[in-house]
C-alpha cells in the first residue's frame, strides 16, 4: 500500500501494479470522491481554465523522452 493513500487496493492483489500505478489510482478515487456537485466540477474546470496551452503541452511533449528514458533503463528510472 502506498503510504498515505487509500485506495481501497492492495498490493498484493494487484502484483503487475507498481507502487507509482497505485498512487495514481488512488489519486483518480480521491478525485472522484471530490468532484460530487456542478459548483465542484466548475470549479475544477476554472482552475484548468488558468493554465496556459503551453503548459499541457510542454508536459504533454516530454511523456516521451521520459518513456524512452524509462525504457533505456528497464524502469531502474530513480536516480540513488
Known amino acids: 500500500m502506498v503510504p498515505g493513500l487509500d485506495c481501497g487496493?492492495?498490493?498484493?492483489?494487484?502484483?503487475?501494479r507498481s507502487a507509482a500505478a497505485i498512487a495514481?489510482?488512488?489519486?483518480?478515487?480521491?478525485?472522484?470522491?471530490?468532484v460530487e456537485t456542478e459548483d465542484d466540477l466548475s470549479e475544477l474546470r476554472n482552475w484548468f481554465d488558468n493554465f496556459d496551452v503551453d503548459f499541457f503541452r510542454v508536459g504533454i511533449n516530454s511523456l516521451l523522452s521520459r518513456?524512452?528514458?524509462?525504457?533505456?533503463?528497464?524502469?531502474?528510472?530513480?536516480e540513488k
Open 9 to 16: 487496493q492492495d498490493e498484493e492483489e494487484f502484483p503487475n
Open 67 to 78: 518513456w524512452q528514458k524509462c525504457i533505456d533503463l528497464q524502469g531502474d528510472y530513480v
Open 24 to 34: 495514481v489510482l488512488a489519486l483518480l478515487t480521491a478525485f472522484k470522491k471530490q
